[in-house]
């Protein structure tokens, strides 16, 4: 038996023992216990080259469902679909508090408001939430009024949508969030990487209206919105949002 089978038959032993899975941190500390007379450096170009076969499909009885995880597999029943809000539950329930804490936790906002629908009235998409940055008249230097725009979504089976509608939402806006329940589970590290990519802010929350606990992952990255479009969607907005976000 070569360095690398021992390796996987003891790999495979560990989390068959570890039934909530093992980071590859942890997976590591128990391989060097447990095979003393192999090296550290053998131990992880041993499990390199496992993580590569079982990339392939060359090794089914051990997954790696999320960055770093390793869990085995064996009997393991096809994971559930992810859960679906209850009726209950709308996502115009979330807009007001989420505005909110743009403003009073994570501060990327002096005013916020909850718009949705299809205020702007194209394919392009409205965002949930629209607010506005603008700096103290006591600062001494006074840069352009920043938007930022957030896509809440409560249905875990249309996150793909909801980044799509969130990417659209650059052209006009400074910063934009993406905002999922995290029951999405799994999901959530491939969206954030997704949005890591684009420069989009993720944020996660409990679906409950009264406590939704949102919780940063992603700050999102400034950059310049096309200004055409701005202004064309600014046009459309209420009176009542105009005031609400600008003043006056």
């Known amino acids: 038996m070569t360095k690398k089978e021992l390796v996987y038959q003891k790999a495979r032993e560990i989390l068959k023992a570890h039934p909530s899975c093992l980071k590859y941190s942890q997976l590591f500390k128990k391989l060097t216990e447990a095979l003393p007379d192999i090296s550290r450096n053998t131990i992880a170009g041993s499990l390199h080259r496992i993580r590569l076969d079982i990339l392939e499909g060359k090794i ?26 209850p009726p209950s539950v709308k996502e115009t329930d979330f807009y007001k508090p989420f505005a909110e804490y743009l403003i009073n936790e994570l501060e990327e906002c002096t ?3 909850p718009l949705g629908g299809s205020i702007f009235g194209d394919k392009w998409g409205t965002p949930d939430v629209i607010g506005v940055y603008k700096f103290s008249p006591l600062d001494p ?6 938007v930022i725009s957030a896509e809440i979504k409560v249905d875990t089976n249309q996150l793909i ?36 990519r684009f420069g989009i802010g993720l944020i996660t929350f409990d679906l409950n209206p009264c406590e939704p606990n949102f919780q940063i992952r992603t700050r999102a990255s400034k950059s310049e ?3 055409f479009y701005l202004n064309k969607y600014l046009k459309k907005l209420s009176e009542k949002a105009i005031k609400e976000l600008f003043g006056g």
């Open 60 to 85: 089914t009885d051990i997954e790696i469902p999320d960055k770093g995880l390793y869990c085995f597999r064996e009997g393991k029943p096809p994971p559930p679909p992810p859960p679906t809000p």
């Open 111 to 113: 005013r916020a408001t």
């Open 141 to 146: 230097i006074q840069p352009p009024i920043e």
């Open 161 to 196: 949508t909801a980044f799509g509608q969130a990417c659209a939402y650059k052209l006009f806006s400074h910063k934009v969030y993406l905002v999922i329940p995290r029951t999405a589970g799994e999901d959530i590290s491939r969206i954030e990487s997704l949005c890591m």
């Open 225 to 227: 919105p096309d200004y």
